[in-house]
């Protein structure tokens, strides 16, 4: 009876299933829900499993955990739109699998991966969850990068690079220069299946007058046949370079951050066109010292110099039609060398707080050796706390030459209070000094996205504090996740008149030294934008509940100013102390090395979106022991809510810290052999090489 007074229920007119309900309904209501939610609608009944089992669903799920970026596992130079609704549905339902178990239990010895679908079939064997390949033969290499599941890309020493075929085992192209030069950056295009890179030489050594000069290559894979290199352009710069930024291959832009000892400030050079002979070269007069990191974005056309301090971030714009103002021609002589035009100050600069930790955290000792797989939380944080693979975009330089390891600047946070319990109150926990940026990577998204993902950035930041007593070095992990611009367009509108009137006035004189005369500057909540000459009297702030100014503080302390803060400036940390393993690169060609072959520490560490690898030793310095292990970290993804951060697969804010795992490795690994490591997150694979010549490629899942 009871049954069929239900059934009688679900056919009555005055009742519609969810099942009947129209298919744009149907649609809008999939896109609040996550992928087991989805798997449970399968489940139901016929009608919804199909629904739910249908293209636009899938790629509903596949842009949110792009927009989370969380990278799909495409193989080789697919596009989004190449694949089927079968491997679309895979593909999320992999990439998926692969965050929640990283972001709970960590990556364990994966069962499949795509790097052995080979033309010979999978690997089989006792190397069921790892493949061994071979690096370039009677050559060492200096950097080492995926280039999707099916090649790799290789610097070595000697000076050559080499393009390898992952399952064939063999070299597919070679760029071989005959002398000695340096890998400097590199950038994959998924969409014209190409590789662009630099590569550099000194060739006058001297700090105040260094010349270098630079070849700009690119690596092209056609659908048919083998890869290409060829030649694009050369140019020169002078002066102590500190990075350069393939910044739009389509556009024919270049750019690079070069030293300038005299005014100890950043001056930044561009190629408008490479392919024509003309260079941009100012003085910004943005201050360069030991504690900043610094990164290069184009925006809107607009070339944007982030710079991130101790405490605080800024963003300095410089529109490409004022840069072409100053362009001056060059020539390919031997003779021919660069030179400053004059200092130009940024049209636009944007400042934001970091976000730290709200409550009293403990600093926990270097951690002893774990003995089991379990997941150990590597800290105790009560509270809360963004191409191409890495170290193949091109703000994941090579090793070697990691944003921010030449310069910088920035405090201690006043409100830091360290009580000599153990504790650390509110404030940055890791100030500046004593803790400096060893290196720091910057990474966006690289693999292949949809036009409604917005494009964010990653800043991963490798801590130190060196220890004089034991000669030894501690490091902690410091991770965000940042925008472009800091401050929203749409919070532009959000300040009146009067306000900017009166920040202007306010301001006016403290910030003289910093900004332009007659610049307009507001301060709200924490964030600031002002505005240099020859722009719109127009101001800015960050997001806040009222939408009016805070009158406190002042621009150059802006991380005084406590408000409506962007979860994009919320800092996540490894805070217990560890002691990464640094390699030294020797530099035996003295035209490449100032110092005359002086070895330069390099840590063996990797970073790609939310993740970071690394290989440490397993015991503190005071055990005399130097086992190592490799170890690892994710980090919790962005949210869709642009203020919003998630929090663990919870979304509670209820711990700043990433969980470090010891990642399980292959007996014929040697860690003590290891020259290059990078991650591959869409594949969930670390690649190693070593020194006898082999290159390890360790699948996880």
Not at 142 to 147: G, N
Not at 324 to 349: D, E, H, K
Not at 387 to 408: S, V
Not at 672 to 687: L, R
Request: negative net charge.
């Amino acid at each position: 009876m009871s049954a069929n007074r239900t059934e009688q229920d679900d056919t009555s007119p005055d009742m519609i299933s969810l099942a009947t309900l129209p298919y744009d309904l149907l649609l809008n209501i999939a896109r609040h829900l996550e992928l087991h939610e989805i798997h449970a609608l399968q489940l139901s009944c016929k009608a919804l499993h199909g629904f739910t089992t249908t293209r636009p669903v899938y790629r509903n799920l596949a842009t949110a955990l792009l927009k989370r970026c969380r990278a799909l596992p495409l193989h080789g130079f697919q596009r989004l739109s190449d694949l089927t609704d079968e491997q679309l549905v895979d593909a999320v339902n992999h990439a998926t699998r692969l965050e929640t178990a990283w972001l709970t239990r960590g990556p364990r010895p994966s069962s499949s991966s795509p790097y052995f679908n080979c033309a010979e079939g999978s690997t089989t064997g006792s190397r069921s969850w790892y493949k061994v390949i071979s690096a370039p033969p009677n050559e060492e290499v200096d950097w080492l990068s995926p280039i999707t599941s099916s090649y790799s890309l290789c610097a070595t020493k000697s000076g050559k690079v080499v393009c390898w075929d992952v399952h064939r085992d063999e070299c597919l192209a070679e760029w071989d220069p005959q002398e000695r030069w340096e890998l400097w950056k590199c950038r994959v295009e998924f969409d014209i299946r190409t590789v662009f890179f630099t590569m550099a030489k000194i060739l006058q050594r001297s700090l105040d007058d260094r010349v270098m000069e630079f070849v700009l290559m690119k690596l092209e894979f056609p659908d048919k046949g083998e890869p290409i290199f060829s030649e694009l352009a050369t140019f020169k710069t002078i002066g102590v370079v500190m990075n350069v930024f393939l910044l739009d291959p389509s556009s024919c832009l270049l750019s690079a951050f070069v030293w300038v000892a005299s005014s100890n400030t950043i001056g930044l050079y561009a190629l408008l066109d490479w392919r024509k002979e003309e260079y941009v070269f100012i003085d910004t007069g943005i201050e360069c010292s030991m504690s900043s990191n610094w990164s290069c974005i184009l925006y809107q056309e607009q070339i944007v110099i982030h710079s991130e301090e101790s405490d605080v971030a800024h963003q300095y714009f410089y529109p490409i039609a004022t840069l072409q103002q100053y362009a001056r021609p060059s020539t390919p002589s031997a003779t021919f060398v660069p030179n400053i035009s004059q200092r130009l100050r940024p049209v636009t600069t944007m400042s934001a707080p970091f976000i730290f930790p709200p409550l009293t955290r403990s600093v926990s000792p270097v951690s002893i050796r774990d003995e089991e797989q379990a997941p150990q939380p590597n800290g105790h944080v009560d509270g809360d706390a963004p191409a191409e693979a890495n170290g193949t975009n091109e703000d994941a330089p090579p090793d070697a030459h990691d944003d921010g390891d030449e310069n910088a600047d920035g405090e201690a946070d006043d409100g830091e209070d360290d009580t000599g319990s153990g504790t650390v109150a509110d404030g940055n926990p890791f100030p500046y000094p004593p803790w400096y940026p060893e290196s720091a990577h910057f990474v966006r998204q690289w693999w292949p996205t949809l036009a409604s993902v917005p494009r964010l950035s990653c800043t991963v930041v490798l801590l130190a504090d060196h220890e004089p007593d034991t000669h030894r070095t501690r490091y902690v992990l410091a991770q965000h996740y940042f925008k472009v611009p800091l401050i929203e367009a749409d919070e532009l509108e959000q300040m009146s008149a009067a306000a900017a009137d009166a920040v202007e006035a306010a301001f006016t004189n403290s910030s003289a030294d910093t900004l332009e005369k007659g610049s307009v500057v507001a301060v709200v909540k924490g964030a600031s934008i002002s505005k240099g000459e020859g722009s719109n009297r127009s101001t800015s702030t960050s997001s806040s509940e009222t939408g009016e100014w805070s009158g406190t503080g002042t621009p150059d302390q802006p991380g005084k100013q406590r408000g409506a803060e962007s979860s994009m400036m919320r800092l996540w940390y490894v805070s217990e102390p560890f002691e990464v393993v640094c390699v030294l690169d020797g530099v035996e060609d003295d035209d490449m090395d100032p110092d005359g072959g002086a070895d330069r520490p390099r840590p063996l560490m990797a970073v790609d979106f939310g993740h970071a690898v690394w290989i440490e030793f397993a015991f503190p310095p005071e055990v005399d022991n130097e086992d190592k292990r490799l170890r690892f970290v994710t980090f919790p993804p962005v949210t869709n809510d642009r203020d919003v951060m998630g929090y663990g697969l919870g979304g509670t804010a209820d711990s700043l810290e990433g969980i470090v795992h010891t990642l399980e490795v292959p007996e014929e690994l040697d860690l003590d052999a290891v020259e290059t490591i990078n991650i591959d997150q869409s594949q969930g694979a670390i690649i190693i090489s070593v020194r006898d010549g082999k290159i390890f490629i360790l699948c996880y899942e």
